[in-house]
């Protein structure tokens, strides 16, 4: 059987990030980080389990709108410890395999998963992991390869040697293990590290070596751990969303000013100018006119409208052919 159930991974604090928010309750483009993981497995898993820890509360009542089982780590002993303590949760689901990835990467895409989802099963491999070769890669764990070219394990910066450190590909923190391994396995992790932590990617020693998919555009080994390096991962998701709709018939008077949710619907013919947000899910017509300055949030706009420049449309349906005056103020609750 092929079937799979993910884990992801969203316990942290985000320290850097300088906020009484959980690091994965940070937004891009409308949504939380953790939303974007969840979308990404919605239609490979048959089971999701999220684990939680640092503003737990806060994670576990936005999550409650999603199928997902969530599972406490407290306190924050390393990925590996995450998965020791998802061991109950592992056991009750029927599936084989299963998928980890972290709550911070927002810039993963379908493609990549399927990369490594199609190697993993062809090569019947016990560890499947997601690699990328960037050209900064102080922080992440290096990708050891053997003479054959098979990634033969993983080591941490804080643990890699000078040479090591040299390495520029690196590991993305996503997985496809095989669930009895990695029940086994984790069971055999040990704190023995500069930092103290359970490590999962020991595993991949433990295993003898992993099947490997590099992704293609390395941005989606972005984590997030700063405002700056929240900032990037926005930027990047902007210009992918505004590209896609551009090749689909979108005009943007200017694409570098808006900022359209991931599950905004945008017809053809429709006209973007600048500082447009259209957030939430939202969908827009044919033929509409979206002038400077307006917010729209999970609302319809009909066709062969035109909404004026500054104008707020909340949670409301716009009839087709409409013309909204300038500064038009349109909300569910007014």
Known sequence: MDSMCSIILAAGKGTRLKSSLPKVMHEILGYPLIFYPLSLVRDISRTTIVVVGHGRETVTAYLGSFPVTTVVQEPQLGTGHAILLARHALTETDADHILILPGDMPLIRENSL????????????????????????????????????RVQRIVEEQDASAEQRRIDEINTGVYI??????????????????????????????????????????????????????????????????RAHMEAGVTFMDPDTAWI???????????????????????????????????????????????????????????????????TRVSRDA
């Open 114 to 149: 399927k990369g490594l989802k199609d190697a993993y099963f062809t090569s019947r491999a016990d560890v499947g992991v997601l690699t990328a070769r960037i050209a900064e890669p102080h922080g992440y764990g290096r990708i050891i390869r053997n003479d054959a070219g």
């Open 177 to 242: 293990i095989r669930k009895q391994f990695l029940l086994a396995s984790v069971e055999r992790l040990c704190p023995d590290n500069a930092k103290g932590e359970f490590y999962l990617t020991d595993v991949v020693a433990m295993a003898g070596g992993a099947e490997s998919f590099m992704v293609n555009d390395p941005d989606e080994a972005h984590g997030i751990n700063s405002r700056d390096q929240l900032c990037f991962a926005q930027t990047r998701m902007q210009q992918r969303i505004n």
């Open 261 to 327: 949710s991931p599950t905004a619907v945008i017809e053809q013919d429709v006209e973007i100018w600048p500082n447009v947000h259209i957030l939430g899910r939202s969908s827009i017509e044919t033929g509409v006119r979206v002038m400077p300055g307006v917010w729209i949030r999970d609302s319809a706009i009909g066709a062969s409208s035109t909404i004026g420049i500054g104008s707020i449309i909340q949670g409301t349906p716009v009839e087709k052919e409409s013309v909204l005056a300038p500064y």
